[in-house]
Each structure stands twice: as C-alpha cells, then as structure tokens.
C-alpha cells in the first residue's frame, strides 16, 4: 500500500510502499477514506524541536480520519466489516491516576497515532476498537475527518470554558481549529464572533468572512482591540479562543477580553509567553486550557456533525491523493488552504 511517513531525522516526508501492519485480536484494520493534516503534522513535517524528541521514527504520519471497516480481529464485537469509522488518535493506558478520574486525553503515559504507532495517512491503518466511534448515516468521510480537531474545539468549549448564549467572543487564528471555535460557539448561540488572523491568513480570513459568514480582522491592518470594544459598548470579549501558536498572538489577545472573562489557549507555542499576570488578576480574567479529547468529546462532535452545525464543507478546502503529499504538506505550511486533507 501507498502510505506518507516520516523516514529521516530530518524536515520533510517520503511517498513510501509498504505492507499494511497486522492486527492483534482486539484491533481492527480500517481503509483509509479521508486524513486531515493537523497543525501537529506540521510542527512533526517540519521537524521542530519538540518532535525531534517525542516522535518515534519511522512511522507513517496522520491521526485525523475516517474509514471503513477492512477486517476484525477475533475479540472484536462492536464493529464489522463495512462499518464507517473514526478513531480516537491518543491511546492512553487506562491505569494511570488521570485514566483512573476518567480524564484519558492527559493519561500519563499516552501515545498519539501517527507519531508513535502507524497512522492514517496511508491506504490502510490498523487500530484498537475501544478507540473507534461508529459515523452516522448523514456523515460524510470528508466530514467524518473533521472529527477530531472539532473534538478538542468540543473539549474546550463545552467542558473547559464556561460560554452562554448571547455572549460576545473573539477567536484568534483562523486555522482549523480557529473555524471549528467559531462554529460552535455559533451552536451554543452566540452570534457576535469576530474571527482575527495576520497578512499571512488572508486567504483563511476569506474563508470565515465569505463562506461562513463571521466578522474577521487582519491584525496587520485594523485595530482589532478598537473594533471589538466598539462592537462591546467598550467592555470586550466574554470569551477569546486562541488558536494560534505565536506568542504576539496571545499577548495581544488580552487586551480583547472584557473583566470576568476567559481565554481559552487551544494553541502550542515554540516557546514560554511573558504575559501581564497583574492585569489578568485586577481584571479577574480567567486562563484556561484544553489539550486533546476523549471519548464523549468524539460523540458531541459527531452529534455536531449529524445535526448539521458546522460547515466541514467549507472549512476542508483541498484534498489530496496520497502521492500527491508534499504539496499537500506545502499548502498546509503556506496556509493557502484551510483544512487539507487526503483521500482514498
Ligand atoms: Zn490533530
Ligand atoms: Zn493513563
């Protein structure tokens, strides 16, 4: 089978022909239907720091996919051949103190498909059933595909932040995760969004204006802490989502947000952020987080998807086949396409 892998210690990825990995008796083998790249992807493509480090080398890259059921091994019961599938990408241990509270997305000791086991950008990919989830009738692949960056969205917006009808948010970085943000926020009903980017988003910040309707500001040429506060009576934001990874981008996400209010950090930085800690304490602003997802996180983000309230249609823009992966990786890097991903 074709498959995209990491080979060398080095930036880039190869085309490689190689057999699909055996299952164990409660695993299953999945075709491939649709892979997104994930900002994950790149950092590993372009062999940052942290992935020289994490990732174990060879592997055959990709965690966010849908596919069909290809083969069951023996101790499988939930699922056949022929069943539409998505897989939770970390695999966690199950017997570590965070497994044990029920909070596997930051197991001690987890693992991330594509990054330390075979992943999914390759004709085939063999995965542990308790990490599948069955995709509805009314799902496509291509959607299906979106599950798991929506799920983090889910994680942090349903779970983490604490987001009412009515509110005003902002979400900075119109990546992926920036849209899917936007989009639930707009399901919990809040409708006043404003989506922020740089010159380099342009084409993402087209994206979020003329497909999906919200509000968007190129940081590089308007004022966005002006627009926000005069679109709040001067207050801002209830809450900010920062998607991006750039320490100018969160600093400059403060300002935006209105007393009481949160920030809710989705982005991995290259490096620690100073930040105006008294000015978040005076204005009692909240800092949070969320990393990963789990299961529950998967099935609202299929319920998301079932129901129709995000536009994975307009957010993936470009697709792929396998061998085409260096330009695929290219446009990811060049943000010239929101959600890039492959198929089979
Ligand atoms: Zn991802
Ligand atoms: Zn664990």
């Known amino acids: 089978m074709k498959a995209v892998a990491k080979v060398k210690r080095e930036p880039g990825v190869e085309v490689i022909e190689t057999e699909p990995d055996g299952i164990g008796d409660d695993e299953a083998l999945l075709k491939m ?54 897989c939770e990408p970390i695999q966690y241990c199950g017997s570590c103190r965070y497994c044990r509270m029920g909070i596997t997305n930051i197991c001690q000791n987890f693992t991330v498909l594509g990054m330390h ?45 604490d987001v009412h009808a009515g509110q005003k948010a902002a ?11 936007a989009e639930v926020l707009r399901s919990k009903g809040i409708s006043d969004i404003t989506v922020i980017g740089i010159g380099i988003d342009e084409y993402r910040l087209g994206v979020a204006r ?4 919200i509000r968007t500001v190129n ?21 900010v ?23 809710l950090v989705l982005g991995i930085f290259p490096d620690d952020v100073p930040l105006p800690v ?8 909240s800092m949070l987080s969320a990393y990963a997802s ?35 990786f290219e446009m990811s890097k060049a943000k010239t396409g929101c959600k890039v991903q492959f198929y089979t």
């Open 210 to 213: 003329d497909k999906l309707g």
């Open 33 to 86: 239907r649709s892979a997104s790249i994930c900002g994950s992807d790149l950092g590993f493509y372009n062999f940052t720091a942290a992935y020289q480090k994490w990732a174990k080398i060879p592997v055959i890259m990709g965690h966010e996919f849908s596919g069909e059921v290809a083969e069951v091994g023996k101790a499988v019961s939930g699922f056949s051949r022929g069943d539409r599938v998505v």
């Open 219 to 239: 940081w590089e040429k308007e004022n966005a802490e002006e627009i926000i506060k005069s679109s709040t009576d001067g207050y801002g934001c209830d809450i």
């Open 171 to 181: 979400v900075v970085g119109p990546g992926p995760l920036g849209m899917f943000s």
């Open 117 to 161: 086991r075979n992943g999914a950008f390759a004709e085939y990919v063999s995965v542990h059933e308790k990490y599948l989830h069955g995709v509805p009738d009314n799902v496509t692949f291509l959607e299906a595909a979106i599950v798991e960056p929506l799920s983090v969205v889910v994680n942090g917006l349903d779970e983490i932040a």
């Open 278 to 285: 008294s000015d978040l304490v005076r204005r009692q602003v």
């Open 294 to 328: 789990r299961w529950i996180h998967f099935e609202q983000a299929l319920r998301l998807l079932r129901e129709k309230k995000v536009r994975a249609d307009a957010i993936v823009t470009h697709r792929f086949t396998l061998d085409r992966a260096k330009e695929a």
């Open 241 to 263: 989502v920062v998607t991006a990874g750039a320490p100018s981008a969160l600093r400059q996400s403060i300002p935006l947000v209105a007393k009481g209010g949160q920030i």
